[in-house]
């Protein structure tokens, strides 16, 4: 687990395995969509990746330390349905800012009711032009109430990674 002296560890020892294959004992997601075409739409879905228009879009960004995507900011995100909801602690453990990647990853600190690391990216498909978003996530339960949740806990974790992606779709075009 990685820490530094004003930051506590994240719940997890798998830190940055969003970057390549996720690892073992984990529930594991990926959701894949096209969002649009050129280089422009790379751009614009990449730049609102990294400022987490996906999280305010969908209302969950309780707070974010930086107002764009930097290695080791903290954010926090509410998890729930209406008033019911749990504050979700987060860090930044990885910036993407590739040729054909853009985004970010975020790990569990603790008071998250999920244990892993969730990356949210745009990835440019050169040779067809095509801009896909990518939510990817592995992750177990940390909290009983998501141990008890199980198969519903999951669906609504596909469901919200659906829904970030729709969400990143209706980012408005560059003027």
């Known amino acids: 687990m990685t820490s530094s002296a004003d930051s506590p560890a994240f719940t997890y020892s798998d830190v940055g ?22 280089p422009d739409d790379f751009r614009r879905f990449g730049d609102a990746v990294l400022s987490y228009r996906m999280q305010r879009g969908l209302g969950l960004l309780a707070e974010a330390q930086t107002p764009r995507a930097e290695p080791g900011a903290r ?20 910036v993407l800012d590739e040729e054909d990647r853009r985004g970010f990853a975020y790990g ?5 009711p999920a244990s892993g690391e969730e990356l949210f ?12 978003g990518v939510v990817a996530a592995f992750s177990r339960p940390a909290a009983w109430y ?10 609504a974790q596909r469901l919200a990674a659906e829904a970030y992606l729709v969400t990143l779709r209706r980012t408005p075009s560059l003027p």
């Open 17 to 38: 395995a969003t970057r390549g294959s996720m690892p073992a004992g984990y529930h594991r997601l990926e959701v894949r969509r096209r969002l649009g075409r050129g």
């Open 108 to 112: 569990t600190l603790p008071g998250h």
């Open 75 to 94: 954010v926090t995100v509410r998890l729930g349905i209406g008033r019911v909801g749990v504050l979700a602690p987060c860090r930044v453990v990885y």
């Open 146 to 155: 998501t141990r008890l949740g199980g198969p519903v806990t999951r669906a």
């Open 121 to 132: 990216a745009v990835e440019y498909d050169r040779a067809t032009a095509t801009v896909y």
